[in-house]
């Protein structure tokens, strides 16, 4: 009787060996498959950074010209009209 036990037992052990084993295996492959996916999202994300630093240097260097384009036909006018002003008060003295 106790023989039977043992090869119950013994069975049992060995199908859990077994199991662990093969668990032990599916972890390892997931842990690996889930680095590669954090190291692609890592390249991917610094990629995605250095993108944003051009583009918003672009933006920063777009928006001055931008602003001197538009204000230097502004500062022109302003400067004509004092100009033209102290002209006129010339004229009108003579």
Do not use: Y
Request: hydrophobic share 50%.
């Amino acid at each position: 009787m106790q023989d039977t036990t043992l090869t119950h037992a013994n069975t049992f052990f060995f199908i859990t060996t077994i199991a662990v084993v093969v668990g032990i295996i599916i972890l390892l492959v997931l842990l690996f498959i889930f680095l590669r996916i954090l190291r692609a999202v890592k390249s991917v994300s610094g990629r995605i950074e250095k993108m944003v630093e051009k583009t918003s240097d672009k933006i920063e260097s777009e928006q001055v010209s931008s602003f001197a384009q538009k204000s230097i036909p502004l500062v022109l006018s302003a400067v004509s009209f004092f100009t033209k002003k102290s002209k006129d008060r010339k004229a009108s003295k003579k």
